[in-house]
C-alpha cells in the first residue's frame, strides 16, 4: 500500500522509515474504528498516537501543539509560553486553513513555514509514534527519535495538564 502527500515525501526525502496504517472511513468520510483499536490489533502501543492540536492565540495566530498519550492541553501554559491573554482550539474549518490538511489528517510536519509548532515532552515517551498522514484514512508510524530529528527546532517543553 502507498499514498502520497508532503508527508511522506518529507520522510522518504530523509530517508525515515515509516509504515502506513490505513484507517477505513464509511461513506460520511468518519473512521469507521478508533484508531486506538486499529492500533491494538497491530501491537502497536494505542496511547502512541501523536496528536496535532490546532489552537489560535489571539495575538500569536494559529499554533499547533504536538501531543502524544492522551494528554489534554494546559491552557494556562500554553498561554505563558506564547506570551497570550487568550487561546482558544481553531474552528473546524479554520484548520485546513492553519495547517493544509483536513481534521483527522493533520500531522505535526510537513506544515506550512508560518504555522508555530510546539513538541510536548509526552511525545518522546513512546519508542514508536502514530502521526496523521496528511491523507484523510491514512496514518504512518514511525520512531519517535526520527519524528523528535524532524521538530528538533521547535519549542519542547511540557504542556498538557498532569492528571
Do not use: H
Not at 6 to 25: H, Q
Not at 64 to 72: F, K
Not at 144 to 154: C, E, H, P, R
Amino acid at each position: 500500500m502507498t499514498i502520497q502527500s508532503n508527508v511522506t515525501t518529507l520522510l522518504e526525502s530523509k530517508g525515515i522509515a515509516f509504515k502506513i496504517i490505513e484507517i477505513p472511513l464509511s461513506e460520511d468520510k468518519k473512521p469507521i474504528r478508533s484508531l486506538e483499536e486499529l492500533l491494538s490489533a497491530q501491537g502497536l502501543d494505542p496511547q502512541s498516537v501523536v496528536r496535532s492540536v490546532v489552537f489560535k492565540g489571539e495575538q500569536s495566530g494559529f499554533c499547533l501543539l504536538a501531543v502524544a498519550g492522551g494528554g489534554r492541553a494546559d491552557w494556562a501554559l500554553l498561554r505563558n509560553f506564547l506570551g497570550e491573554r487568550k487561546c482558544r482550539m481553531a474552528e473546524y474549518a479554520e484548520v485546513p486553513e492553519a495547517t493544509g490538511y483536513v481534521v483527522g489528517a493533520v500531522p505535526p510536519i510537513a506544515l506550512p513555514e508560518g504555522l508555530r509548532v510546539l513538541v510536548d515532552n509526552s511525545v518522546s515517551a513512546y519508542e514508536t509514534v502514530v502521526i496523521g498522514s496528511g491523507v484523510l484514512g491514512y496514518a504512518l508510524a514511525l520512531k519517535s527519535a526520527d519524528l523528535l530529528g524532524l521538530l528538533q527546532d521547535k519549542p519542547q517543553g511540557s504542556f498538557v495538564k498532569v492528571e
